[in-house]
């Protein structure tokens, strides 16, 4: 079973309802590896420094101690990453690792895990709703994940929830309210469907691209016979919408041709590779001498009992 997102309630006037987010799809795509010719050897990237090292300015802000950022999932970058620009440079530490951002071409400004912590969203558990508004005020385009929004076990949230879902049906509107989960706070809009209510995260005005940026719309309307000829065609392949008529073919067809290629696969020892560098393993490692540590404390108190003893 998916496990919940975020665990909060949904806040609107004096009612509180306990409920969780659980991620409403899943990406069905074949992401490939990358694998070294003839031998089947994975691929691995190094974390080196590339260039010669920037000049701090007086409005660069220096990172201070470094904090070591979160180790990505996957240390295979994308298929299409370029490698980097050279071998020859040390490997650099996660430890030794900062976030930066390039303001502007040239000018890199640094900041460290605390700063960015204390500028972060307040945790909150509470989705406050602040109207509701009609489903089709919203254009899709603002539409950019989906959840559901499942009740926490018991009466006490099942029989407010079930209230809400049926009284957003009956009136055909939409909550519009914003929830933090991690440290970023979204905005969202939570819709009835058929027997559940669906969380979906919505962009920001500001991160709608204005169209005009890209191409400048036609005033010039069509001529009365254009647009019957147009609306015709319409009607012509007008339908009930049904989304297991659809299909990912070029997915199918993926598979098939690894699945006709699974006898000529290359049988690799996993264990003999070397493993990347990473947070996991130094985890790993710090949980191994602690626990030899602990071990070793413990002998030697037995020792000195036994000592008493005798």
Known sequence: M???IWSGSISFGLVNIPVKLYVATASKDVRFHQFEGGTGRRIRYRRVATGPPP?????????GPPQAP????????DEGTEPSETTSEPEVSWDNIVKGYEIEPGRIVTVNEDELRRISPERSRVLDVEQFVDLHEIDPMYFEKSYYVVPQHGEEAERPYSLLLWAMQVSSKVAIGRFTLRTKEYLS???????VLLLHTLFYADEIRNVKDVWTPRTEEPSDRELRLARQLIEALEGKWDSSGYRDKYRERVLELLESKAEKAFVVDEQAEEAPASRISDLMEALKESVEAAREAREGVSDKRRRRAR
């Open 2 to 4: 998916p496990r919940a």
């Open 55 to 63: 000049e701090l300015t007086d409005d660069a802000v220096e990172a």
């Open 70 to 77: 979160e180790a990505p999932s996957a240390l295979e970058p």
């Open 189 to 195: 809009a939570v819709r009835p469907a058929e027997g």
